[in-house]
């Protein structure tokens, strides 16, 4: 395992169409984030989970915005009736606990046309 | 609500020239964060401060923390071109760690040669 991994890396769709991205955390982290990144723009905390329990939503993430991690491994972020507002790249995070470092994914770029 | 702000928001330089980066955050914390953006990948960990007065190197980076002062630095030394990129700081909004990071505004950085 090296480091976090998220799938789709790019994804273009149109919208109001559903879209749901993946994120495989480093093994032994019990912590997963997501954020959202716009162009020029820091990342912006959308929700975290510890192991299966999502313990913190950003008023950012909207009903259209729901986010799962089972059994408490990989996480997926749904977006519904996607909107051009939410174009952005799309980040995942682990770390072991929330004294340590996140460590971040490569991302996934969505484009809403 | 946590504000966290990073300048200068550009900085151009040249090669061999020194310079600073402040964040300067507006609620107490003693655990910041460095980051490097490169264009259109993700966030790479430079530097974990996790107290008052705590200063690391790498390199030609050196950060450093003031609780205190509510203020961190990130300083270059005899700066290269490999050292363009986008740098964040970003901040637990907590005195005790929490669980999301608060990232600042980003400073793109460019050494020219």
């Known amino acids: 395992d090296t480091g976090v991994s998220q799938d789709p890396r790019h994804k273009i769709t149109k919208r109001g169409q559903n879209v749901t991205f993946r994120c495989d955390p480093i093994?032994?982290?019990?912590?997963l984030y997501w954020y959202r990144q716009t162009l020029g723009q820091g990342p912006e905390f959308l929700t975290y989970?510890?192991?299966?329990?999502?313990?913190?939503k950003s008023r950012l993430l909207s009903d259209r915005f729901s986010a799962e991690r089972p059994k408490g491994s990989f996480s997926t972020l749904e977006i519904q009736r996607t909107e051009q507002g939410d174009s952005a790249m799309y980040l995942c995070?682990?770390?072991?606990?929330?004294?340590?470092?996140?460590?971040f994914g490569p991302g996934t770029r969505l484009t809403v046309l | 609500e946590l504000k966290v702000e990073q300048n200068p928001l550009f900085l151009s330089m040249q090669e061999g020239k020194n310079y600073t980066i402040y964040c300067n955050y507006s609620t107490t914390s003693d655990r910041l964060y460095w980051y490097r953006q490169d264009p259109g990948k993700s966030l790479e960990s430079l530097f974990v401060l996790l107290s008052n007065g705590a200063v690391k190197q790498e390199g030609r980076l050196m950060a450093s923390l003031d609780t205190k002062a509510r203020l961190s630095t990130l300083h270059i030394t005899a700066a290269v071109h490999d050292l363009s990129a986008t740098y964040f700081c970003?901040?637990?909004?907590?005195?005790?760690?929490?669980?999301?990071?608060?990232f600042g505004t980003g400073t793109r950085l460019k050494v020219l040669a």
């Open positions: 989970f510890q192991n299966e329990a999502q313990l913190e």
């Open positions: 970003a901040v637990d909004p907590g005195t005790s760690g929490t669980y999301k990071y608060i």
């Open positions: 995070a682990s770390s072991l606990s929330n004294y340590n470092e996140q460590f």
């Open positions: 093994s032994e982290h019990n912590r």
